[in-house]
């Protein structure tokens, strides 16, 4: 990325020989892109980050396609990127929106998709992976559906890429897929949008013709040249490698023998850099600041909603009290985490639930 801040520092829109040389840069960079999603360039836009990504697909293909129809689709266990963008639009711009339940570990059914597709349906939003429990959808059955129905399908991918197998954007069966950078490795800040072609959602930036005109803005090539290196590098071989990670996540997933410590992460078909649990009567805020004491970095849920006290919506989706939603803890695996750290958090969390519960 350094060069981008120094030497080639030029933007892409100007037309002096610095800024060509950023844009030829810049044009590569997409070219790089589509060569490992095995996609069109032109299908390729980079963004801030998975929330503009996810803004741009449902709120721009919604906002398209209204004089089709006006009805949403999504889960109750998307992202809040995605849930509050949804919400806005019902609220704000007359759309109207059904939200599919989940199973017990957190799964959409496809048959529940397929009966609440409807005539007037434009869009279905529903996650590859969840950020909180780990759990993958069977988001090319899902995909699937949607295509057989004729209603366009967006997937956000954030936690897939760099962790599970990948052969192209074409796996997921969606016309839109939100992908962001600093979930394998790649720069915070930066993110992209695969954009079916020919769909043209409409743009949620304006000022500009920048990204085909498709997103305006001056483009971050700082950040696109290190997202771009983290996409070749990191997703074609995931950089999470599932037979190191497994064993790991396994060892902690062993916690839920432990009184008062349970399991919510499924066993099968889960990332394998992913174990979350909770502790009914410990709020989450107390686990996770005795872990810290002992040099532990874990999560409630998603970090974007760090500080947040209210319950896990992805658990109460998946039925669980409020006492068990407000005491999600999630441990992430990554590539440096060691056998040591594994032991550190099995000897030390344990013995601290069964301090706090006794007294």
Known sequence: MLPFLGEYFGNPSSIHRVGRKARAILDDSRERVAQVWKCKASEVVFTSGATESVSQAICGTARFLKSKGRHLITSAVEHHAVLHTVEYLVNKEGFELTTLPVDAEGRVAPQNLYSAIRDDTILVSLMAANNETGAIQPVDELGAICRQRGVL?????????????????????????TICGHKFYGPKGSGALFIKSPLLPDPILFGGGHENGRRAGTENLAAIAGLVEAIERFVPSPVFDRCKLESLANRLCAMNEFDGINLVSPLAKRLANTASFTVPGIDSMTSLAALDLDGICAS?????????????????????????ANSLIRFSLGRDTSEEEINNVLATFPDFVHRNRSV
């Open 153 to 177: 399908f967006h997937t956000d991918a954030v936690q897939w890429f760099g962790k599970e197998p990948f052969e192209s954007i074409h796996q997921f069966n969606a016309d839109l897929v």
């Open 300 to 324: 409630a849920g998603s970090a974007c909603s760090a500080g947040s006290l209210n319950p896990s919506h992805v658990l109460s989706a998946m039925g669980r009290n409020d006492n068990e």
